[in-house]
């Protein structure tokens, strides 16, 4: 009875107020999805991330014999200023951050480049000459790259430092820029959202306080009164987020795995496991919001 | 069953007392009638019974317990030993005559077997068998206050507040709204009534307690309704 009663009583109550119940349908909806889309761009570059710092390394290039770099005015590098830069390198406040150092000598630099531009014309003109010499520097930690970079930038026969990770960094910064702008637009929203679900809960009260006024005459209980609005609210605010959960799953789907993954090969996708990861969250945040809401309105409108 | 001990109630800081050192016992099983003119403090004697108000100073007792101290998530509990009538009858326009009984029950979280067994039994009481099915619009304003009071009763609570049942109710109607309060107060409940009408107070020759401007000015057993006559 208890149950079937509480039912019906949602049931009259969100068609009751049909139009704001579809409005806190529509803004949970839009504003999770932001949110969604805020933690699936952090997830995107943690995979970017951990798919590629793996690969990359620091690369000392040595000075080759047509350099006009100033710290190779010396022409080639000597066989004295590179084992000066292995030294520098395996000296012991550099040595607790190299994983490993090897060195890419000319020649193996030429047969890479032969391999990676096979049938190029300009790969063709290349000579061994023209090639690097360089050592490798794999770090323990790739976010102290400066560290080790000090030691070797400026040295003669250090023609440049390459930090591979910096390549990504623009692409890292766009995507860091686009979580923060969705997460404000979701921050608004949500902001929305706990309004109107107070407003539409306030609504339903008022149109009901005959129906809660006899209810508390009779001896109803806090809780039987309060629960149906309570549970207006978070239904409303769970078929949102189970909105934005079916647009996020759809927009991963074939946005990112049929389109940008077809197109654009190369790079770890996030894919529709990780908004299953989101998921709960997101209906997690909908019912919490629409609790806040309705705890707030209700000790107003709805007291004993 | 209801006892009240130098019991004050003030609304508003500094006002005039709605109610000034009231002391009043009320027994198990008996009719009590509540008179006085318009602010005389009979509305606000009901609402501390039903704890809707807490009394500024005093206490008071209703059914055993002290209202005083009564916690706020008690005080459902305390409801639902009171039945309470009122002069705008308060039904649920939407619901047939049967569901605007069976809500007091449904929202006790009585089982379906027990509403569909008492339900007829106090609408038949009240003399409305065959019109389960009617809207409160459909219905004499004699007859609504019958559902008001079915719905008040159908819990047999101990203790039956009315506020002015008759207020809105020919001199007839009255009377058979008054038979019937009469019916409950006989199977042992304990009814007290708000009323400025002075032919039912006279004819029903019960205890009277008149109110004036908040005080206690009379407290008389089989009175009437006025103090001089």
Redesign the interface.
């Known amino acids: 009875m208890r149950l079937q009663f509480i039912l019906s009583e949602i049931g009259i109550g969100l068609r009751r107020n049909l139009s704001m119940t579809v409005s806190v349908i529509l803004v949970t909806f839009v504003s999770l999805t932001f949110v969604g889309s805020a933690a699936l761009l952090q997830m995107q570059i943690g995979k970017m991330k951990d798919d590629w710092y793996d690969k990359v390394e620091v690369s000392v290039f040595l000075c080759p014999s047509n350099s006009s770099a100033k710290t190779c005015a010396g022409g080639e590098v000597t066989a004295e200023q590179k084992a000066d830069i292995q030294a520098a390198l395996d000296a012991p406040e550099v040595k607790p951050y190299v994983q490993k150092i090897y060195f890419e000598s000319k020649e193996q630099a030429f047969k890479a480049f032969q391999r990676q531009f096979k049938g190029q014309f300009w790969a063709s003109a290349a000579t061994v000459d023209d090639m690097n010499s360089s050592f490798r520097i794999k770090l323990t930690d790739p976010e102290k790259y400066a560290v080790v970079a000090e030691v070797v930038q400026g040295r003669q026969g250090v023609e440049a430092v390459e930090d591979q990770r910096r390549l990504f960094d623009r692409l890292f910064l766009v995507l860091d820029r686009a979580t923060l702008l969705a997460g404000g637009l979701a921050a608004v929203m949500l902001v929305a959202a706990v309004l109107l679900i107070t407003t539409t809960i306030r609504l339903s009260a008022l149109s009901r306080r005959r129906e809660t006024g006899i209810m508390r005459l009779v001896g109803a209980s806090t809780m039987f009164i309060q629960l149906p609005f309570m549970l207006e609210g978070a239904i409303a605010a769970t078929i949102g987020s189970l909105l934005a959960v079916g647009g996020l799953w759809l927009g991963v789907e074939y946005l990112v795995t049929d389109w940008l993954g077809t197109s654009v090969g190369w790079i770890p996708y996030v894919t529709t496991a990780d908004v299953m990861t989101v998921a709960p969250f997101l209906v997690a945040a909908a019912i919490v919001l629409a609790a806040i809401s309705s705890l707030v309105t209700l000790s107003r409108y709805t007291k004993v | 069953m209801i006892r009240f001990e130098n019991v004050t109630k003030v609304y508003a800081r500094g006002a005039r007392p709605a109610l000034d050192r009231v002391s009043l016992d009320v027994e198990r099983g008996e009719f009590v009638f509540l008179v006085g003119s318009s602010g005389s403090g009979k509305s606000t004697f009901l609402r501390l019974v ?1 704890r809707e108000e807490r009394a500024s100073a005093g206490r008071v007792f209703v059914a055993g317990k002290e209202l005083g101290s009564l916690s ?2 008690k ?8 039945g ?1 009538v009122f002069q705008d009858f ?1 039904l ?1 326009p939407n619901k047939t005559v049967f569901e605007n009984v069976a ?2 029950l ?7 077997h027990h ?1 569909y067994t008492t339900v007829p039994d106090v609408l038949e009481m009240v003399g409305l068998a065959g019109k389960e099915k009617r809207r409160p619009h459909e219905l004499s304003g004699g007859e609504q206050q019958r559902v008001a009071i079915a ?2 009763f159908v ?1 047999r609570p101990p203790i039956l507040l009315c506020d002015e049942p008759t207020g809105n109710l020919d001199p007839t109607t009255s009377l058979g709204i008054m038979r019937l309060l009469d019916r409950i107060n006989r199977t042992g409940t304990t009814v007290v009534m708000a009323t400025h009408d002075d032919e039912i107070v006279d004819q029903m020759r019960k205890r009277v307690v008149e109110l004036s401007t908040g005080s206690m000015v009379r407290d008389q057993s089989r009175g009437v309704y006025g103090s001089d006559r």
């Open positions: 039903l706020s998530w005080v459902p509990q305390l409801r639902r030993q009171i309470a308060r649920l809500f007091a449904q929202v006790i979280g009585k089982p379906r509403i719905r008040a819990n």
